[in-house]
Structures are given as C-alpha cells and as structure tokens.
C-alpha cells in the first residue's frame, strides 16, 4: 500500500517566520502535487511537480521533488496569517485509466499575526 | 467554467438512517470522478472512482455505494447509517497533469 506521510503534523508560528512541510514516502511517484485547503472548502491546487530535483516556485512558496521521485518539500518564507490552512500533498502512480491520487496525511498549518 | 456542485452542503442523519450525497459537474464531458472521505484536519481517503457511466470501482471495504447514472452525475448513498461515516466527503474530477479539481464538500454529522 502506498502511503505518503507528512511533517509535522500541526506547526503554529508567528507572522514572517519560515516553515518547511515534508512529504515522504518509500514508493516512486510519476507526479507530486501540494493543495491547501481551508475550513469546509475542498482543496485547491497550489502545484504539481512531475521531474526528480524539480524546484518550483510561487511567491513566498517553493516545492521540491525529490531526485528519486518518492519525496517533496514545501518551503515558506514569511509566513503571513493567509498561508492558515491544512497543507496535503498528493502523489500520482504510472499508468492506468483514471488519475488516482494517494494523499498525504495533512499538515495544519497556524500563522499568528 | 467548469464547476463542481455537491448538495448538500451539511446534513445531520441518526444512526440507521439512510444517505444520498449528489455531486454534478459542468463544463466537461465524460470525466473521471471521485470521491473522498476526509477527518477533521487529516488527508483524504478514496472511496470510488467512475470513469464513465454505470462503472464504479471501490477502492475500500465500508457502508457506502456509489452510482453514476448520468456522465456528469456521481451519487454516494448507504442503506444505514454508521457513527464511523460522519465525515467531509468530497467530489472530484480529473484535470490535466494527474491533477484534481475538488467540489465544496459536504459535512456529514451522523448522531
């Protein structure tokens, strides 16, 4: 079974403070997307993915996948009280009829103003 | 656009009760549908996928069916409800790069 852990679990912090969210797995990944979802929305696409080493970067956020493609990072530089929200990454397998994605299991994440 | 539309937003049933969740899509022809079950601040957990009318996977053992009547219509029901099926269930179709595209959600409180 795949499984994509995620750390930490919950992270508070203080507005203009940086964080760094993990997602780690032992299984390869054709793709690695991060989505934020915020209370009683569904989750909303921030970034995929899809080459070993791949940096991306989107205002104050960077992602990085991993170079044996089984693991990803997400970095945030100056956290402001918008970036509050449940952070999942989600890692798309080879092949197949349908897109299924395996989803993190969440970091919440709290910027205190 | 397209758009993803779930009804209801919440709902409250008793234990034994029965459930109909309905999700609709707009904009898209013959999608690949899903749908999750999500705890409170956790990921999401696949329950079915659709790739097409009538076809139905389920991916874990549980209380809960799906059906796809129409191409852009998937139903979540159960026979009887559980306390353990309370839950933010989720609707999602595929997007381009293995990515998904997510509805607004319904919160299920079974009491």
């Known amino acids: 079974t795949q499984l994509l852990e995620q750390s930490p679990q919950f992270l508070s912090i203080q507005e203009g403070e940086n964080l760094t969210v993990y997602c780690n797995s032992s299984s390869v990944f054709s793709s690695l997307q991060w989505y934020r979802q915020e209370p009683g929305e569904g989750p909303v696409l921030l970034v995929t993915?899809?080459?070993?080493?791949e940096v991306k970067k989107l205002k104050r956020l960077t992602f990085q996948f991993g170079d044996a493609r089984k693991d990803s990072s997400l970095h945030i530089t100056a956290a402001q009280p918008g970036d509050t929200g449940l952070y999942l990454c989600a890692g798309a397998g080879y092949g197949g009829a349908t897109n299924k994605l395996i989803f993190g299991t969440g970091t919440l994440l709290a910027v205190q103003p | 656009s397209q758009t993803i539309h779930q009804w209801p937003a919440t709902l409250v049933q008793p234990v034994g009760s029965p459930l109909s969740l309905e999700c609709t899509v707009e904009g898209t022809s013959n999608p690949n549908l899903y749908w999750y079950r999500q705890a409170a601040g956790r990921g999401l957990q696949l329950l079915f996928y659709?790739?097409?009318?009538?076809?139905i996977s389920s991916e874990v053992p549980q209380n809960l069916s799906a059906s796809r009547p129409q191409d852009r219509q998937f139903i979540l029901s159960s026979k009887k409800l559980l306390l353990s099926d309370s839950g933010f269930y989720l609707c999602?179709?595929?997007?381009?790069?293995?990515?998904?595209?997510f509805g607004p959600g319904t919160r299920l409180t079974v009491l």
């Open positions: 659709s790739v097409g009318i009538g076809q």
């Open positions: 993915v899809v080459t070993g080493g």
């Open positions: 999602a179709r595929d997007r381009a790069y293995n990515e998904q595209f």
